[in-house]
């Protein structure tokens, strides 16, 4: 029989599930911050002006800005969130090397918490100890593995990529059509990939894919008819 003939195949299991599901937040964050941004801001300035220029340089900029603004804040997140789970798992090997036996009372007493009969969970307590005390205690107390350990760099640079190819589809669909076409077609290129993404990440995370899509497209159909709205509003009243 096979060693992993315990597990199911719908669940995970690997080690480093907690860095798969950081990947896939910064990339979807990311897409979908990409997509919504920059065809509000094409749109909005589409409803002012049908000429290309302004059109352009806007989407640019917004890529541009939403890009290094997703990266710097996916850095200063997870650069944070290392520096506090190093912080613990110093704290740990500190009280571990000062009082192992305070320590091992304390893991047994997790263990018995969590149902086990006090010989039992002694006897986890100590197996563990001797076979890793920091990871037992790290996993028991914080839910932590030191290994998983997010790198701020992959997560800026994945953020940014990931805003910046979302971010391609609005200018692309803003750009190409004839100049009366541009509007419904990058309401309808937007909100298609908006479905398609927010079906993608709910495969990815096993949640539901119709309220994970319809969730986002709504929210993007929002977002655009907010902004071309006011974009029309004030190309019409002749502010802009």
Request: zero cysteines.
């Amino acid at each position: 029989m096979s060693s992993t003939s315990g597990s199911h195949s719908n669940e995970p299991h690997t080690a480093n599930i907690a860095g798969r599901l950081n990947w896939l937040r910064a990339g979807v964050l990311g897409a979908n911050d990409g997509i919504v941004s920059v065809a509000a801001t094409v749109v909005g300035v589409a409803g002012v002006t049908n000429q290309a220029t302004p059109i352009v340089v806007a989407g640019i900029a917004a890529l541009v800005g939403g890009a290094v603004s997703m990266a710097l804040g996916e850095y200063v997140s997870v650069s944070s969130q290392r520096d506090s789970q190093r912080a613990l798992i110093e704290k740990e090997r500190q009280e571990l090397a000062e009082d192992p036996d305070a320590e091992l009372a304390e893991l047994t007493g997790l263990y018995r918490a969590k149902g086990l009969s006090d010989a039992t969970a002694e006897q986890v307590a100590r197996e563990l100890t001797a076979h890793d005390a920091l990871a037992a205690h790290l996993s028991a107390e914080l839910n932590i593995n030191e290994d998983d350990e997010a790198s701020p760099w992959q997560a800026a640079f994945a953020s940014a990529a990931a805003f910046t190819i979302g971010a391609i589809l609005p200018l692309v669909a803003i750009l190409l059509p004839p100049a009366q076409w541009r509007i419904p077609v990058t309401f309808a290129a937007v909100l298609l990939a908006l479905a398609i993404t927010g079906t993608v990440s709910a495969t990815i995370g096993g949640s539901s894919k119709t309220t994970s899509a319809v969730r986002l497209v709504l929210g993007g159909a929002l977002a655009l008819a907010a902004t071309f709205g006011i974009g029309s509003m004030l190309g019409a009243a002749g502010v802009i």
